[in-house]
T-cell receptor
Framework: LAKTTQPISMDSYEGQEVNITCSHN???????ITWYQQFPSQGPRFIIQ???TKVTNEVASLFIPADRKSSTLSLPRVSLSDTAVYYC??????????????FGAGTRLAVHP | EAQVTQNPRYLITVTGKKLTVTCSQN?????MSWYRQDPGLGLRQIYY???????DKGDVPEGYKVSRKEKRNFPLILESPSPNQTSLYFC????????????????FGPGTRLTVL
């Protein structure tokens, strides 16, 4: 099963770019990589998803190297409201082709003034 | 409004008293899933369902049951709750991209905070 490893916590300051790396050494051929953001007492919220190379949307970029054994979520110019827990998720394959999804432990990002 | 709803939002119960937490989505999603979240452990998947009548175990299924008789509903059943099931529970739903073995963006409900005494 493809599991993920992320830093437990990170600190940054307003206006800086933040890069959070996730390791997923056992990623399968058909797996996609997804990142979620979670605020206290709320359900996680989708940020971005990708398969390889680079994906960019209005809030973040996702960099995936050719071997796909890791990925990096990049948050440009963070603000205080970006303080949250960020989860890296790798879609997994079990027998029958169904999906068992495994969240990592998450990275707690603290943005300081 | 597209959403996932859970009920109840808060529940305090006693050991052994059967309970059901309901989950409903109005987005016609095929995939639904239940997670529990405990301090320091992140989100752990309990059960998931790829479509109606098809469910499978996640990482921590012990002590839980689910059913998927209709596409929109995916209740979580605790037949005999125990204190170690005190947790924050989230239901989620998603489209599955045809032909690819992964699940797309998941939409999460607001959570149900369960306390078992």
């Amino acid at each position: 099963l493809a599991k993920t490893t992320q830093p437990i916590s990170m600190d940054s300051y307003e206006g800086q770019e933040v890069n959070i790396t996730c390791s997923h050494n056992n990623i399968a051929t058909n797996d996609y990589i997804t990142w979620y953001q979670q605020f206290p007492s709320q359900g996680p919220r989708f940020i971005i998803q990708g398969y390889k190379t680079k994906v960019t949307n209005e809030v973040a970029s996702l960099f995936i190297p050719a071997d796909r054994k890791s990925s990096t979520l990049s948050l440009p110019r963070v603000s205080l409201s970006d303080t949250a827990v960020y989860y890296c998720l790798v879609g997994d394959i079990v027998s029958g082709g169904y999906n068992k999804l495994i969240f990592g432990a998450g990275t707690r990002l603290a943005v300081h003034p | 409004e597209a959403q996932v709803t859970q009920n109840p939002r808060y529940l305090i119960t006693v050991t052994g008293k059967k309970l059901t937490v309901t989950c409903s989505q109005n987005m016609n999603h095929e995939y639904m899933s239940w997670y529990r979240q405990d301090p320091g452990l992140g989100l752990r998947q309990i059960y998931y369902s790829m479509n109606v009548e098809v469910t499978d175990k996640g990482d921590v299924p012990e002590g839980y049951k689910v059913s998927r008789k209709e596409k929109r509903n995916f209740p979580l059943i605790l037949e005999s709750p125990s204190p170690n099931q005190t947790s924050l529970y989230f239901c989620a739903s998603s489209f599955e991209r045809e032909g690819a073995a992964y699940v797309g963006e998941q939409f999460f409900g607001p959570g149900t905070r369960l306390t078992v005494l």
